[in-house]
Every structure is written in C-alpha cells, then in structure tokens.
C-alpha cells in the first residue's frame, strides 16, 4: 500500500485510504501545486497471478473515460505505471454508492429514485450518443455514487464496451446477475442501448423496493406488491424497462427520460373517466392530444437536455485548467449543438489565450467549422460572421505560427495573413456591423495585396494591386483599436504594423507609396496608443510582452537610415 504522507510522481500526496476492494484500494491525494484534492485507485502488482489480464482491463478503462466529459461522470487525470503497483488518478468524488443507502435505510424515497434515475438517463443518453455508442452494461446501486448535494455519478466502466454495428452478439457475456439484461448472457445478442434500460430499470426497482433483484429468486414483481403507496405510473415505467424483449422497452434513454418525467399521467388514477361512453370517445380524443403533446414534449424534453448538457460543456471548458482539456470540452459541446456559434467562439478564444494561433489549433477548429458550416450560416449568420469567421480571420492575420515557422519572434505568418483570406471575407459579406464589415474589407484587401507583394522582391516595382496598400495598413491602425476590440487584439494589430513597415520601410519609400514623413507620423500614432496600453495594464505579462514587441519595431524603424533610400 501507499503510504500516508508520500507523494507520487511529484505532485499527489496520499492523505488517507477511503475505500478498498478485492484488488485494490483507494486514496485520497492533494495536488499542492493545484490546490485540488484527487482519488487515486492503486492495483498493486504483488501476489497477483492475473496482473497483465486485469492491467488490460484497466487501461480499457481508462482509455474509454478520458474520451468522455460529462458532470455525471468522473474525468481520469493521469495514469502511472509503476514497478510494483498500477495508478489511476481521478476526480475525487465525496459521498457514497446507493448501495450503501439500501443498506442503511432500505428502500428509498420514490421522488429522489426518480431524480436519480432521469440524471442517469442523461448520462447513458450522452454514452449512446458517441460514434461509435458506449453501452455500460453493469447499471446498479454500488456503481452509482450519491453526492453531499443529492446529484448522481457513475462509476466503474470495467465492463463498458462500444458497440459494433457489424456484431450479432457480445463476445463476451458480463455484467450483475439480477440487474443484467437477458441479451447480456447466454448468447441472446449483441447489447445496446436498451441494455443499459434494461439495467437502470432493475436499479430503480431495488431503489424503491429495497428488494434486491440479485438475490434469489431473481424475479422482479410489481414493485406496488412490495408497497401498494408507490406510484402505478412509475410501476408501469419499471416494468417496460424490464422487458425480456428488447424490442418492448424504451427504445432510448430520451423516451425513458420523458417517461419518467410524465410518470404521474401513467398513474391508474388518471386513467379513469366518468362513463363508458365518455371513455369512447375520449380515448379517442385524448390519444390525438396526447400524440400531439407527447411528441411536443419529447422534441421539447430533447431540447432541454441537449442545452443542460451543451452549458455544461461549456462551463467545463471555461473552467478547465489544460488547454486540451478544454479543447475536447467545447468539441463536445459542438457535437451536441453544431449550429450554436458559442462552442467555436469559446475554443478559438481558448486557442488564441497565448496571443498565438498554432498550425495544430487551426487545424482543429477549421474541422469542426468546416463540418457544420452550412448550418452555422443558415440558423445564426451575423453571430458566426462576428463571433468565429471575423475573429478567425483576424488571428490567422495577426497571430498564426505555422509548423514550419522556425522562429518565435517573427511578428506574422504569410501562411496566416494568406488563408485569414477566406474568414474575412465571409465576416465582409455577413457582418453584423458596419465596423466589423470595414474591418475585414480592409484586412482581407491587405491579405490580397501581401500575396500579390509575396511574389515580388522589395526592390521591385509598385504593382496597381497593391497601391492602396499603405493607405489600408495606416487605416487599420490608425484608431485606438483597443476601444472597440480589446488590449490584446490591438497590440496584435500595431505589433503586425510596426513589423511590416519596419520590414517595408525602403520599399514604401522607394515606390512612393509614403514618405519618410508619413511613416514617422503613423509611428508616432502608434507608439501613443502601444503606451497607454502600457501604462493601463501594468500586472499583465503577456501584454507587456506583446507591447515591448510594438516598441522594438517602432525603435528599429527608427534606427534605418534614410540615405539608403535612393
């Protein structure tokens, strides 16, 4: 075992065990330099013949939980690989298994069963939904750990497996007996969604019974037989649940959902009615209204889901600590919500912290644009022109480091300033704003103008393409960007702008596009506006990294001699 007090992999100290199993145990770690306590699940290599097969397991484990993100499940932080022992670090979570409510207090209130058992369809639902589905298999009160605030998580995935569309049955037949659905054993199919129905269903029975469906005789009655004060309703929703044939359950989790959220309309109660002739007709009646209303509800059922879980991956991003954390968080979110403009708004601003914009990060939130790209323009046009193409545009222009950018300091990226192009011309046509729409016209004609200049040496002679040029870099300069961008954005501006006039410097001048007078002047301009920036933001590092930058190039300009100017 660990011992109490130590620290692994210099930065978790194990503070105290907090739960141990057949093969392994559990501890509670402090990360000291992040403030932010850890469990830590240790299996230890000694005295176990079946190391290698139950390592594998683990990794499967392990690999599977670090794809997901979902506030009902915990995140796998590091994996460590030791000589004598196997480490799993994972979000701590404070409470207890159902089981051990069950244990102490039996059967549960049917409200909270019902809030439970709608958290975890949430959860399944968002597993199903993976490409390809994740099916857990082994829903029961021991894998479910209730927190201090009354909210649910799942655990243990060592018997998930992803479904393969090709199968017709599982090669392998695991899961609880008693909460296992019949397709789990016995060769009766491949497991599916339905599976996991099968499985919540039998949890909810042991939940709001206290009978325990993996002890003899194994059979579920009618959960009003344990307690006649029980929901018929909730009965009802139980028994579909736990069909034999998959094909008489809930087909999906939202269906379940929904259910489960109306479970008071199935109450025997509700169902009566005055007369039999009322009852002829109204059965008749009731069930168009009710079709309607169900299939309002469902959508509408839906759509609350989809947008608890789309805010949840957002606010995970907002607050993870590691930028591929966040990255995989607000991917997420576009999974669930393509044709929102916020999850790419959230992963460009996350990408563009460090006042750069990678080849990689580019990569990857050019695929995720490019992929819903139709649906962004035809549901939210102006917000995806300002918020994603307009902003795209301008980090590619000004801040772009291509792989193949051997040096740091270089100020901007021809690869950048060339495919900024394509942004900015969407944000001209579909900009909410004149300011934003004026913006990208000028820096996309600067971008068509640098292109044409690539091809030509400084020396050479001004072309009719690029004689507005000047004229565009001095307009989108000279304002006090930072009014109406913010600090960052404008000191990315001026730092392009001093490092392309002081690069040009000759060639404005030779090609009398402007004088050495216009220059000093727009130098002048610039280094007032770089200074108050200066002076407001006097803690913040990255910017003054940023303005020194500004200050160099306005300072080297200065420095070349104007007798060279022939």
Request: net charge negative; aromatic share 10%; with cysteine.
């Amino acid at each position: 075992m660990l011992e109490i007090g130590s620290v692994i992999d210099g930065k978790y100290k194990i503070l105290n065990v907090v739960g141990k199993g057949g093969m392994s145990v559990v501890y509670l770690a402090m990360n000291e330099r992040a403030n932010k306590q850890w469990a830590i699940k240790e299996v230890r290599k000694d005295g176990m013949q079946s190391f290698e097969v139950v390592k594998q397991n683990l990794v499967a484990e392990t690999d599977l939980l670090k794809k997901l993100n979902h506030p009902h499940l915990p995140s796998i932080i590091d994996v460590i690989d030791c000589d004598d022992t196997f480490l799993i670090v994972m979000d701590y979570i404070e409470g207890n298994p159902l089981s051990k409510a069950l244990e102490t207090s039996g059967a549960q209130n049917q409200d909270d069963v019902i809030e439970w058992a709608k958290q975890l369809c949430d959860v399944l639902g968002y597993l199903h939904s993976r490409k390809p589905p994740i099916i857990y298999r082994d829903m029961k009160p021991s894998n479910v750990m209730l927190k201090p605030d009354g909210n649910v998580m799942l655990i243990d995935f060592g018997t998930a497996r992803e479904f393969k569309y090709s199968s017709v049955a599982d090669t392998t037949c695991l899961g609880t007996q008693g909460y296992a659905a019949p397709e789990q054993f016995g060769g009766h199919g491949q497991t599916d969604a339905r599976t996991d129905i099968y499985c919540l269903g039998a949890t909810m029975y042991h939940l709001v019974t206290g009978h325990n469906p993996a002890t003899p005789p194994y059979e579920m009655y009618p959960i009003r037989q344990w307690n006649p004060m029980l929901s018929s309703g909730l009965e009802e929703i139980i028994l579909k649940c736990t069909q034999r044939n998959p094909e008489d359950r809930y087909q999906s989790c939202a269906e379940l959902l929904y259910a489960l959220d109306h479970y008071k309309d199935l109450d025997i109660e509700n169902k009566k009615v005055q007369s039999f002739k009322w009852k002829t007709f109204l059965a008749s009646f009731i069930m168009t209204i009710v079709m309607l209303v169900g299939t309002i509800g469902f959508s509408a059922g839906l759509t609350v889901q989809t947008s608890s879980t789309y805010e949840s991956y957002i606010a995970n991003g907002d607050s993870a600590v590691s930028q591929d954390a966040a990255e995989k968080y607000y991917l997420d979110a576009i999974n669930v919500d393509p044709a929102n403009p916020l999850a790419y708004q959230k992963l460009l601003e996350r990408c563009t912290s460090d006042s750069k914009l990678s080849e990689d990060e580019y990569n990857t939130i050019k695929d995720a644009i490019y992929e819903h790209e139709d649906e962004l323009k035809s549901k939210y046009p102006s917000e995806y022109a300002d918020n994603v193409a307009y902003k795209l545009g301008q980090a590619l222009y000004f801040s772009y480091v291509p792989s193949s950018q051997k040096s740091e300091s270089e100020n901007f990226s021809m690869a950048g300033i060339t495919v900024s192009q394509r942004w900015l011309d969407i944000a001209q046509k579909m900009g909410s704003t004149e300011q934003i729409k004026h913006r990208a016209e000028l820096l996309s004609s600067m971008s068509k103008a640098y292109q044409n200049m690539s091809g030509k040496s400084l020396e050479g002679d001004p072309v009719e393409e690029v004689k507005e040029y000047w004229n565009n870099l001095v307009e989108i300069a000279s304002p006090n960007i930072a009014k109406d961008e913010n600090n960052q954005i404008a000191l990315l501006i001026y730092r392009n702008v001093t490092s392309q006039i002081y690069t040009k410097y000759y060639w404005f001048i030779k090609n009398s596009l402007a004088t050495a007078k216009d220059i000093s002047n727009e130098l002048d301009n610039i280094e007032k506006y770089v200074n108050e920036i200066k002076v407001a933001v006097p803690d913040d590092e990255e910017l003054q990294i940023l303005v020194n930058e500004c200050l160099d190039n306005i300072e080297n300009t200065r420095s070349l001699d104007n007798s060279e100017v022939k």
